[in-house]
């Protein structure tokens, strides 16, 4: 159990702009892990139609329980949820921690020179003592469309209901109803008879052919073999799953796989998350999640830290992939 003095664990909450306009405001979720007067983890938010998510570090004074993290990408209050309007801004705020609970509030601010474009957000951020989403981030728990992907975020279902690809659904047109007088004459002559409407003719679907980039990746994924690192237990049916590099940032670059079907093709990874919301095939017990290499960046091999969470439990998993091998952990479908 961590100390209760410590700011190490998950911190979640609201920031809401100064001017009042509660419309504009933001979910906010942080995971910090503390070393002395250093602290590291990852912050993330909800804010419109959109979920962003960073590798931050910062100080904490511990004399005046202070936090301070500096430069995070905060999208613009007036940002359309669709463009890429952000405001580079630090965060200062006071610690408070108790037996009955702990608080951080404060403020993210910017300079001097943006304060008028992008103005302050006060924080509140209460500790989850049991490591589960509070109620308003559950609100928006993975899986549930409640955003349009810009280009570094995915929404992939594999369920076999509802194919990974987009497909056509091509139906035969009904036939025309035969006229009333028509069926009062049959009925007349055959009484003993029960005349029922034709079953619907059964949708004929057309997948959409893979591109040739995933038929490229597919391929290089079966041609390697699958390094299993780790099972983990998930609740839900959806899950977030955000790929960061793991250290200096090198230009790694990496496909996604889940179920051997590949939801995120050659993206390169960095400080700011690489993100797919996925909903689990809820026929098997248990799904698995992989990382194809698709270069080795300057540093190999390529390295990313993962961060999964099903809207309960988050875990954290370090993945080392090569040219022979996939980086994999197995999802185990844990009843609630």
């Not at 955000?242 to 093709?265: A, C, Q, R």
Request: neutral net charge; charged residues 25%; hydrophobic residues 35%.
């Amino acid at each position: 159990m961590v100390s209760g003095q410590s700011l190490t664990g998950s911190w979640y909450g609201k920031a809401d702009i100064s001017n009042g306009n509660g419309y504009n405001n933001y979910l906010i979720e942080l995971i910090l892990k503390e070393n002395g007067n250093q602290v590291q983890g990852i912050i993330g938010y909800y804010f419109k139609n959109t979920y962003q998510s960073f590798i931050v570090k910062g100080s904490f004074d511990r004399t005046n329980r202070e936090l301070t993290i500096r430069n995070v990408p905060i999208m613009n209050f007036a940002s359309t949820g669709d463009d890429d309007l952000e405001c580079p801004m630090s965060f200062s705020g006071a610690v408070i921690i108790s037996k009955v609970k702990s608080s951080i509030l404060g403020y993210f601010y910017a300079s001097d020179a943006l304060k008028y474009k992008c103005p302050d957000l006060k924080v509140n951020l209460q500790r989850d003592e049991n490591d589960h989403l509070s109620e308003k981030i559950a609100q928006l728990s993975p899986g549930k469309k409640v955003w349009k992907a810009p280009p570094n975020q995915v929404f992939i279902n594999t369920s076999p209901a509802v194919p990974l690809q987009e497909k056509t659904v091509v139906t035969k047109p009904a036939e025309t109803p035969k006229p009333a007088t028509e069926l009062v004459k049959k009925e007349e002559a055959k009484p003993q008879v029960q005349t029922l409407p034709a079953p619907p003719p059964p949708a004929t679907i057309v997948e959409t052919p893979k591109s040739q980039e995933e038929k490229r990746a597919i391929e290089v994924f079966e041609k390697r073999s699958n390094n299993y690192l780790s099972d983990l237990e998930v609740i839900s049916d959806s899950i977030r799953v955000s790929f960061y590099d793991n250290g200096e940032v090198d230009g790694d670059t990496i496909s996604v796989f889940v179920n051997k079907t590949p939801v995120i093709l050659q993206k390169g990874i960095s400080t700011r998350a690489l993100t797919a919301f996925v909903t689990l095939d809820p026929t098997k017990q248990i799904n698995e999640l992989s990382m194809l290499a698709e270069n080795l960046g300057k540093y190999p091999p390529n390295t990313a830290l993962m961060v999964l969470t099903d809207g309960f439990n988050t875990y954290e998993v370090y993945l080392s992939s090569s040219f022979t091998q996939n980086a994999t952990v197995r999802l185990r479908r844990k009843k609630k």
